[in-house]
């Protein structure tokens, strides 16, 4: 079973603060999806990472695959209160019949004081 | 356009009835994922369909809970003799198609509570 372990789960800053989330696993992945999500709606897709070492940025955030594909990190610079939610990092594998199936880590809740 | 739909939004039931939580994917879709997601944690994988096949159903807890989409859009999820520990929120998503670096949208959910 593929596991995909967060950090932190929690995060309460203030605004203008950095911050990084980590997503770390022992198993090799095709593809890291990075998914927000806010109260009471479902998850929306932020970016897809596919190569080892691959970086990716969408305005303050940036998104890092790590070399080996076992590992990914979102960093936010200069975090807004409108940064809040809840962040999650999906693990995808292109073998066998769970092609595409994606395997969620546990999420950070991020929450951004004015 | 439209995005996933799902129904009900809420549903309240007794302990031991059965229950069926309907999925309406984007239109033209082939993919579509069943998740159950506990507050503030990430969604948990149930099942999953490319067309009208089950192409995996390895998260599916017992054989109390079944999927089908017979025509290869709408999906339902049913549970059978629903339990207390049953009540969590179930997400649907679908996506264009199966694949590492497809987006799947998923759905408002419907809160499942079991009395």
């Known amino acids: 079973t593929q596991l995909l372990e967060q950090s932190p789960q929690f995060l309460s800053i203030q605004e203008g603060e950095n911050l990084t989330v980590y997503c770390n696993s022992s198993s090799v992945f095709s593809s890291l999806q990075w998914y927000r999500q806010e109260p009471g709606e479902g998850p929306v897709l932020l970016v897809t990472v596919v190569t080892g070492g691959e970086v990716k940025k969408l305005k303050r955030l940036t998104f890092q695959f790590g070399d080996a594909r076992k590992d990914s990190s979102l960093h936010i610079t200069a975090a807004q209160p409108g940064d809040t939610g809840l962040y999650l990092c999906a693990g995808a594998n292109a073998g066998g019949t769970s092609y595409g199936k994606l395997t969620f880590g546990q999420g950070t809740i991020l929450t951004v004081h004015p | 356009g439209a995005g996933v739909s799902q129904s009900p939004r809420y549903k309240v039931t007794k302990r031991g009835q059965d229950v069926a939580l309907r999925c309406d994917p984007i239109?033209?879709?082939?993919?579509l994922y069943w998740y159950r997601q506990a507050l503030g944690q990430g969604p948990e994988f149930l099942t999953y369909f490319n067309y009208e096949a089950q192409q995996d159903k390895s998260g599916l807890p017992n054989d109390r809970f079944s999927a089908e989409r017979p025509e290869g859009s709408i999906s339902t999820l049913t549970i059978q003799r629903t339990e207390q520990r049953d009540s969590a929120m179930y997400r649907c998503?679908?996506?264009?198609?199966?694949?590492?670096?497809?987006?799947?949208?998923f759905g408002p959910g419907t809160r499942l509570t079991v009395t």
């Open positions: 239109s033209g879709h082939v993919s």
């Open positions: 998503a679908s996506s264009r198609s199966a694949g590492v670096t497809y987006e799947q949208y």
